[in-house]
């Protein structure tokens, strides 16, 4: 299963970047995930704090694989860990990629990879909403802070 999002926002590459990993920050701004803890660098494992429309909430183990900073574009990529990953019962890969439009725009994307015996499981509707109040957001924030 795989589930996407994209948005283009109306302000630099550099700045929507430094606001992906302002992680102290999200609850300031996105609705979906409200928290992250750890270190943003690649290779570092952090902590998603991830709440649903319908109130639950689920704090989620990550991996980041790559954090490639912004030139024409910027990346950031991590993978599930945990006992579902491990047990393959859940897996997940989430990859943000911003492209840069012009020197005042940016196309946000994101597209995240389910795989595992659970997987039909999931709340496919609630992840994918989610993901678009996510991307949504992250033009708001981004727009403002111009």
Known sequence: MILRASIDIDAPI???FQIMLDFPQY??????VIGISG???QG???WLDVRFHDGQ?????EHIEVLDPPGERAE???QTRGPLARFRLVRARRRQVLTRV???RT???TDETFSGLLTAFLPRAGIQRGFDDCALALKQRAERAG
């Open 57 to 61: 909430r689920h704090r989620v183990e």
């Open 107 to 109: 196309r946000y994307e």
């Open 76 to 78: 950031l990529t991590y």
């Open 27 to 32: 609850s300031a701004w996105n609705p979906f």
């Open 39 to 41: 270190e943003a660098r």
């Open 44 to 46: 570092a494992v952090i």
């Open 102 to 104: 012009d020197g005042s």
């Open 14 to 16: 550099d700045r929507v």
